[in-house]
């Protein structure tokens, strides 16, 4: 008779976490704290959209009461998929990436689903390896700020199968769907913009290009907009530097260096400019009155320097959210390929 319940707590261990003494919450505890079918209970952990939020919220309310914590193992090996998302971004320490993180967590979270995130350090290599990591963990899907991969990236892409958002660039040919906005159309728009202000000698500064097809594809677009505009190429306009505040001070001393009539600069990278506008207050330059200075990606700071920095707003925190909503379609069904433009807007401000 003892041996049986021993026998019987062992069955039931996996189901729950194990305390000291061999006792743990059972999936049937939670179905009689809520007064819910284990079916229900089921559903409201591996699929929470088949149920109402009012019966969903009462067994989630339970598992948190009796201390639940359900085995995914099992359940991760029957479907082949668990219930968490990888996102992948060049930089934690970037703070441009914390309102589309945010964006997808949310999201996800009401849906029942977990974010992993990882840092890639701007490297093809390290996201490869992360991808693998997270693939080896049979995750639901992974959201990818790079639209650049290495082969071996997306071969394990193919065969895995999951479903993959890219959220940097509007790319041509997406892996599987893209969330984002055209870097190079938002770089044109600027440097139109700055054209209609006035500026005729217009320089442009980002990060190097050759490993980055974000910085890439700004450039491109400041080339289209001279291109409308009937203006020639000038080298000395264009500069690539080291990030940073001290990459965008180089870059802007050097510029004026090189170009002494240049009257404004368009940095790809808000921190760039700041650090350009810090320079240019150290060595006692007007902005605008001697150099304008115009940067990317609206950080909380530009609303704060003195001039306000003009830049470009980004849809940072919507790119998250629509990710995180597309995975969740496919996910239920649905294998359109989303292609969502989400667009930028220009923010006039006192530096230009």
Known sequence: MGLGKTASKKDD??????????????MRD?????????????????EPHKLSEETRKLVLDAVQ????????????????????VGQIVPSIQNSLYADTVKGTADVLRTAGLHLLIADSGYSLQEEEALIGAFLAQRVAGLILHNTDHTPKALQMIERAGVPVIETGDMPRDPVDMVVSYSNA????????????????RIGFASLETKNNRRSRERLRGYLAALKTLGRRKDERLVIETAGGLTGGAHAMVAMIQRAPDVDAI??????LAIGALFE??????????????AGFDDLDILQH???????????????????AEALLERMHGNHERVRLDLGFEVIQREST
């Open 185 to 200: 159309e938002a770089a044109k728009a600027m440097t139109l913009h700055l054209a209609a202000r006035g500026y005729r």
């Open 30 to 46: 939670v179905a009689h704290a809520a007064g819910v079918s284990l079916m229900t209970v089921s559903r409201a952990l591996r």
């Open 280 to 293: 240019a207050q150290r060595r006692g330059w007007k902005v605008p009155g001697r150099i304008a200075i």
């Open 305 to 323: 320097t003195v001039p306000k920095l003009t830049c470009l707003r980004l849809p940072r925190l919507e790119i998250g959210r629509r990710s």
């Open 13 to 26: 261990a996996p189901e729950g976490r194990t305390r000291p003494g061999g006792q743990g919450a059972r």
């Open 65 to 84: 009461k009796i201390g639940y914590v359900p085995n995914s193992i099992a359940a991760h090996l029957a479907s082949n998929r668990s219930n968490v």
């Open 266 to 271: 368009f940095f790809a990278g808000d921190v």
